[in-house]
């Protein structure tokens, strides 16, 4: 059974790096069926998509984050990361990691979540 | 950019009746690329649709979606406890990019 773990420090100063790391187990983080994506939940609010990155290693992210992201892949440790740069507290959120299948758009499965706080 | 709109944004039903949640999209979606998930209270999102109308695994058949182009739907035939949840729907577009919906809750009425 896929598991994704989400791990990093959960309080974050403003106009810091956030940075979190996603371990997979159960499944190789190189199969080309699959990518990998970080999606964020402000709290009591809705989902937001924040980037993907495939198992070629092309990244894509959300725009409205206006290119402060970047995601990578760790294959010797089978994980993938999220560093999110020059934070303000709208940055505040509940940060998963989830795995999507490449022919359906969509993400199968996610891991827990951690909250991230974005505060001096 | 595509922009999804969830409705009604609070659904307020007894257990056993009929939900019905709507999604509808700002421009057409591929309904290859249309997915609802549910998410409870402290939880990740689950999984529940797939391909607009696809169940995931494990997904009981009381969940069903349906829909093209602009406008889907979700439809829980006879809500169970459990079910009293948010849900949202997501597409897979251009760029690429994935958007979600803002979610409609499903309360206890």
């Known amino acids: 059974q896929l598991q994704l773990q989400e791990s990093g420090p959960g309080l974050v100063k403003p106009s810091e790096t956030l940075s979190l790391t996603c371990s997979v187990s159960?499944?190789?983080?190189?199969?080309?069926?699959?990518?990998w994506g970080w999606i964020r939940q402000p709290p009591g609010k809705g989902l937001e998509w924040i980037g993907t990155?495939?198992?070629?290693?092309?990244?894509y992210d959300n725009p409205s984050l206006k290119s402060r992201v970047t995601i990578s892949v760790d294959t010797s440790k089978n994980q993938f990361s999220l560093k999110l740069s020059s934070v303000t507290a709208a940055d505040t959120a509940v940060y998963y990691c989830?795995?999507?299948?490449?022919?359906?758009?969509?993400?199968?499965?996610w891991g827990q979540g951690t909250l991230v706080t974005v505060s001096s | 950019e595509i922009v999804l709109t969830q409705s009604p944004g609070t659904l307020s039903l007894s257990p056993g009746e009929r939900a019905t949640l709507s999604c509808r999209a700002s421009?057409?979606?591929?309904?290859?690329?249309l997915a609802w998930y549910q998410q409870k209270p402290g939880q990740a999102p689950r999984l529940l649709i797939y391909?607009?109308?696809s169940r995931a695994i494990g997904i009981p058949d009381r969940f069903s979606g349906s829909g093209s182009a602009t406008d889907f739907t979700l439809t829980i035939s006879r809500l169970e406890p459990e079910d009293f949840a948010v849900y949202y729907c997501?597409?897979?577009?251009?760029?690429?990019?994935?958007?979600f919906g803002q979610g409609t809750k499903v309360e206890i009425k």
């Open positions: 989830a795995r999507g299948y490449i022919l359906g758009g969509y993400f199968s499965y």
């Open positions: 159960g499944g190789s983080i190189s199969s080309s069926t699959y990518y």
């Open positions: 990155i495939y198992y070629s290693g092309s990244t």
């Open positions: 421009q057409s979606v591929s309904s290859t690329y």
């Open positions: 391909g607009a109308s």
């Open positions: 997501q597409q897979y577009g251009g760029s690429p990019t994935w958007t």
